[in-house]
């Protein structure tokens, strides 16, 4: 424990703190260092720096007899400034240095350069949104992608909204409100953000009927329960993406579904999920279901997102039979759930790339497929030039190797193998460092492991090579 220390001691320390001014001219200078300014006004810095020395202020009162000189100060409250502002609420771009591909907190697929230009052209002035350019009259947005679509998936129709969550929602809520639904008891999941397909089936008015076990549910418990469940007119399939059930398990196949759901008149609904359209072989998601092979097997209607392992913007497909779209069409609250032009455009010039076979320009698609030996070199690569610029003996840089994951809830037992970088800071403890590279610009997030700092090159852009390694070398200086 502490002594107390004695008044004038305090005040003697708190005689060492930089003034509000000093500490705001060094949070300027050290911005304006930064590789992409973020535009915090002077009141926000000014703001900041006001909020750092306080709490350097009630530190020092705390902890009075912590040696610390007033450099050490200056750089404290430098840190403090700068973690006040990151925190600031607003919409900034970071650096994914976790190895999880599509990382939900991180805003999940990033965008296509196509798709970048086709949200450019189209968001800075007017477009055919519900326009027909050739009967010069008004049209449906609605109507955007779908050429796309039915060319990539088989499909007789499909509709674009506002994310998958809500594609599920419309769907149940068109065509089984009132009605009942089965489901596996194994597919009752929670995805993730407050999303329970439970929930989600009551909310749309759907009464629930749970068929089988967890574990094992035969074709068998859907037939015992449509002959006890009143008034069935959907069997649905969820995707259970984000874990998997090991060892004594059983479900029917989709075929054997979609045969049952036809022999009693009813219709056969499948979450997929993640949007899988193109070709990974040999990236360990053989099992992960694709949507042209749902419908191909029989599905009248499947729904999944646009921003897992498509790799496009924020949006939720519905696609399927003529007749259920157009009926899904015609609900109200489409109006309610409806994309904006922006995801057009994105959704548009990402689906093109599918059809014209560049998906590897589609940057999720070129993460996964990156092979071990180029993410070998990468790393070789950034190290050397991280060790050759940080302050000598401010840290070791050393190689592993390690696994990267497609996150988003896809395909949880997937490891992609990789090098990760290690960073071993010698005066600073690693949530310090890891902390200082999130308040950087930009921002870089990392994860710690056995007290290093690691990153992972897979989810680095290319382009981002150069702000990653500025950043370490600032954060260690
Ligand atoms: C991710 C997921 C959803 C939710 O998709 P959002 O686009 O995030 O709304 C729904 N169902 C399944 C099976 C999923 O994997």
């Known amino acids: 424990m502490s002594s107390p220390a004695s008044p004038p001691d305090v005040r003697q320390r708190l005689r060492a703190l930089p003034s509000v001014e000093r500490l705001a001219q060094a949070l300027a200078r050290s ?19 006001r909020e750092a020395i306080a709490r350097l202020r009630a530190e020092l009162r ?15 409250g430098l840190d403090l400034a700068r973690q006040r502002l990151a925190a600031r609420p607003g919409l900034i771009p970071v650096i994914n240095a976790t190895g999880v591909i599509l990382h939900t907190n991180l805003g999940r697929a990033p965008l296509a350069k196509a798709a970048l230009d086709a949200l450019l052209a189209v968001g800075q002035g007017y477009s055919n949104l519900e326009y027909d350019l050739s009967a010069g009259e ?26 998958c969550a809500a594609a599920v929602w419309l769907v149940l809520d068109t065509l089984a409100r009132g009605q009942t639904a089965l489901i596996s008891r194994g597919e009752l999941v929670e995805i993730g953000g407050g999303f329970r397909i439970p929930d989600i089936m009551a909310k749309s008015g ?10 094992r549910t035969r074709l068998s418990d859907y037939e015992a329960a449509l002959a006890n469940a009143p008034d069935v007119r959907l069997i649905v399939r969820v995707h259970p993406s984000n874990f998997r059930l090991l060892g004594f398990t059983e479900r029917p196949s989709l075929a054997a579904l979609a045969a049952l759901a036809r022999q009693h008149n009813l219709l056969l609904f499948e979450d997929v999920g993640s949007g899988l359209l193109a070709d990974l072989a040999g990236c360990g998601l053989d099992d992960e279901p694709s949507p042209a092979r749902s419908l191909a097997e029989g599905t009248d209607v499947v729904t999944f997102s646009a921003d897992k392992l498509l790799g496009g913007p924020q949006a939720g497909i519905i696609a399927g039979r003529q007749a259920l779209i157009a009926r899904i069409r015609q609900n109200p609250l489409l109006r309610v759930l409806r994309a904006d032009k922006l995801t057009y455009a994105a959704l548009e010039a990402t689906l093109r790339l599918y059809r014209t076979g560049q998906t590897d320009a589609i940057p999720v698609l070129a993460m996964i497929r990156q092979s ?14 991280i060790r050759r610029q940080i302050p000598p003996g401010s840290a ?32 600073l403890a690693a949530e310090e460092l890891a902390a200082r590279l999130r308040c950087g610009t930009p921002p870089i997030v990392a994860r710690i492991v056995r007290n290093n700092v690691v990153g992972d090159p897979r989810t680095v852009l290319p382009a981002q090579e150069r702000d990653l390694v500025a950043g370490i070398v600032r954060s260690l200086a």
């Open 138 to 163: 008004r049209s449906r947005r609605d109507r955007h992608s779908e050429a796309h679509w039915q060319a990539l998936l088989g499909c007789e129709a499909a509709l674009v909204v506002n994310n």
């Open 62 to 76: 705390q902890q009075p007899t912590t040696e610390a000189t007033p450099a050490d100060l200056l750089a404290r």
């Open 372 to 385: 071990p030996a180029d993410l070998d070199r990468r790393a070789r690569r950034l190290a050397r030039s």
């Open 396 to 427: 070791t840089v050393t190689l592993e190797a390690g696994q990267s994951v497609i996150g988003g809830g896809c395909a949880p037992h997937v490891q992609l193998p990789t090098t990760l970088i290690c960073l071993s800071p010698r005066h």
């Open 206 to 215: 759907v009464r629930l009927c749970e068929v089988g076990t967890t574990n």
């Open 31 to 49: 911005l304006a260092a930064d590789a992409a300014p973020a535009g915090h006004t002077p009141a926000e810095q000014r703001a900041a720096a």
